[in-house]
């Protein structure tokens, strides 16, 4: 099977610092694949590689067998790969439906995924006419993921979504992402610091350590591992 | 403080205020035969002496507490809803009202070049959110181009307005081209400067733009061809009336309340499509914008280019109004004015820009009479309206899509300070 998205031997910059070397990883079609890491590891430099901002310095990124290694930030994202960026960032001063609304006409799209995001997130759809600002944090996360759904992408990249966010709020976006990849088989690629939550979700995981991946294996494997125990699950606490 | 503290400190800062004052206003030497005099002015440094006191008891009476914020009663928030089809006739119907002269009449013009100028602005300061300190600029590239194009060329007024109107939105990419990669004070610091480098271009490239002289002569615009003119073939002379100079000034009234409904039109057209709301996103986050695939480049180039060319076709109408340009009419002060009509009205707000330019520009013409003391009132206006309206006169905004009823957003989410 081919994979949907390939990085190899992909190494980038932050600034004047090198963030990411000899990454490769490939994400299936049908796939949550989970990149998880320490602060500061690079996994956030990793999906902004892959959207070419910064672009990456040596290797080969491809998504369905095209090189989009030099392609333009918003050319990549017109190719079916959608981000909700790290700290959601929605647009305060618009409505929630403006805000979705934006996600597909970016693209030129009509926006007809809006009921299928509505039906995922049914408290996007009380809220709908209120400014994005006023929501609270795990509102504004469903509301960044559903934005970045608008577009029908083919695959998901998701930046943190449980960043300060409540335990019962992370558990419900969770489901969320679980049902979007089993009912409408959107690919994920996952970013997350929460080891834990984020391995049992995935099919697959890769660990991310100072730029480079040092372990790689399906969810289940990473989390009964020692080293990812002890350095990322608190010392064998569940 | 107690009673007694609080008259003290006032009495302190009266005492400092006397200090100051006593030498500086209250001797003043005067020429009379023979060499020079003491004068006396001790009333004035009495009346001074007693503001300082009151003043400094004002603050110390007032200090900590909040300044009321105004929100306006519920009848006049509806009445709102009316005020722009009733400023809009009024706009239609001034030159027929009986008190109209010709004085109101060329006040009316330039209210509305303003009106015109702080829509265009609003375009790129209030829907782009990008900070525009050399707006004047495109205004002078549309004046000079449609000057040059006309007494070079021959060209009419109807031709030249368009390519005016395309030259200043080329000038508008290029401010835009370099600056795309910066943001907020930066981004103002460039545009500030742009707008003094064709300033000091048009005063030194003396050959093509007459330098300090200006170009002067410039034709002045004509209805299909009729000049108004009391020859015959002229306007009056066509429609059988009399010759009257005031028909210009009528023509040139419609002129630019068309111009300037042109501009609004178009914004307004423009919030509904994709690219209206791409500026609105860019505005709010411009890293959600790139992660959601809109091109930043292009989205802020034509806010850039769409902005400057309003300001282009407002400038040939002033070059044809004037018959006369010089650097002298396009320098920072003119930015800055249509910069504060934009932020006082309430960003990205057509019709509390429209207020702003009727007030600042009507209200400075009608405080005239008071020489000097004009610009202290217009500055004093300007920061009592934004102490107790600090986003603007007409601080909601309108969301462009809605599901059922539009309901205005308030105050509270639009920007404020930036």
């Known amino acids: ?238 | 403080m107690t009673p007694v503290a609080t008259l003290r400190d006032a009495g302190l800062a009266a005492l400092v205020a006397f200090g100051l004052f006593a030498p500086l206003v209250g001797l003043r030497t005067e020429v009379v035969e023979g060499g020079l005099a003491l004068r006396g002015r001790w009333d004035d440094v009495a009346w001074l002496v007693l503001l300082a006191f009151v003043g400094r008891l004002a603050v110390l009476l007032l200090a900590g507490r909040r300044l009321p914020r105004l929100s306006l009663p519920a009848p006049l928030t509806r009445a709102g809803r009316h005020a722009a089809p009733f400023f809009l006739g009024l706009a239609l119907l001034l030159p027929w009202l009986p008190f109209v002269e010709r004085y109101e009449l060329d006040l009316g013009i330039l209210v509305l070049t303003y009106v015109m100028l702080g829509w265009g602005l609003n375009i790129v300061v209030g829907l782009a959110g990008l900070l525009d300190l050399g707006y004047v600029a495109f205004y002078a590239v549309g004046a000079y181009s449609y000057a040059l194009l006309s007494l070079t060329y021959g060209l009419s007024f109807w031709v030249c307005l368009p390519l005016a109107g395309i030259l200043a939105a080329f000038a508008g990419v290029l401010l835009g081209f370099p600056v795309l990669r910066l943001r907020g004070d930066y981004l103002a610091i460039v545009t500030l400067a742009f707008g003094e480098i064709i300033r000091v271009v048009l005063t030194n490239w003396v050959s093509l733009t007459g330098g300090p002289n200006g170009l002067s002569g410039i034709p002045r615009p004509g209805l299909f061809g009729l000049s108004f003119t009391s020859e015959e073939g002229g306007f009056a002379d066509f429609f059988g009336l009399d010759y009257d100079p005031v028909h210009r000034v009528i023509f040139l009234y419609y002129l630019i309340l068309g111009l300037a409904l042109l501009t609004n039109w178009v914004t307004l057209r423009l919030r509904r499509q994709p690219l209206g709301r791409a500026w609105e996103a860019l505005r709010e986050d411009e890293i959600a914008c790139r992660a959601l695939g809109i091109n930043v480049t292009v989205t802020k180039l034509t806010a850039f280019a769409i902005g400057a060319m309003f300001a282009g076709f407002a400038g040939s109408f002033f070059a044809t109004r004037q018959a006369f340009v010089s650097p002298e009419s396009f320098t920072f002060i003119e930015s800055a004015i249509i910069l504060a009509i934009v932020v006082l009205g309430g960003m990205g707000s057509q019709l509390g820009v429209a207020l702003a330019a009727l007030l600042l520009i009507g209200g400075t013409e009608l405080f005239r009479d008071l020489a000097e003391w004009r610009m202290l009132i217009f500055g004093a206006a300007m920061v009592v309206i934004m102490v107790v309206r600090p986003r603007g006169l007409v601080g909601t905004r309108t969301p462009s899509i809605a599901l059922k009823e539009k309901r205005a957003i308030g105050g509270n989410f639009v920007s404020e300070g930036h």
């Open chain 1, 1 to 238: 099977m081919s994979a949907l998205l390939r990085m190899e031997g992909v190494a980038a910059n932050y600034g004047a610092v090198q963030a990411l070397v000899d990454v490769s990883i490939h994400v299936d079609q049908g796939e949550i694949v989970t990149l998880i890491g320490a602060n500061g590891a690079g996994k956030s430099t990793l999906l902004m590689t892959l959207c070419g901002d910064p672009r990456a310095r040596a290797g080969r990124i491809t998504f369905d067998g095209e090189d989009i290694s030099n392609l333009p930030t918003h050319a990549i994202m017109r190719r079916g790969i959608a981000q909700a960026p790290e700290g959601r960032r929605v647009f305060p001063r618009m409505t929630v439906r403006e805000n979705l609304m934006m996600g597909a006409e970016a693209l030129g799209q009509p926006g007809d995924e809006l009921p299928r995001v509505l039906a995922l997130f049914p408290r996007l759809e009380e809220r709908i006419a209120q400014r994005a600002g006023t929501l609270s944090g795990g509102e504004q996360q469903m509301l960044a993921i559903g934005r970045a759904l608008m577009s029908k992408p083919r695959l998901l990249l998701l930046d943190e979504p449980s960043l300060g966010l409540a335990p019962l709020v992370v558990k419900q976006i969770f489901g969320a992402i679980r049902r979007l990849n089993a009912e409408a088989g959107v690919t994920v690629l996952l970013v997350e610091q929460n080891a834990n939550l984020a391995l049992r979700l995935a099919h697959r995981g890769y660990v991310l350590v100072n730029g480079r991946i040092t372990m790689a294996g399906t969810g289940a494997e990473l989390l009964a591992r020692e080293e990812i125990r002890d350095a990322y699950l608190g010392g064998g606490a569940s």
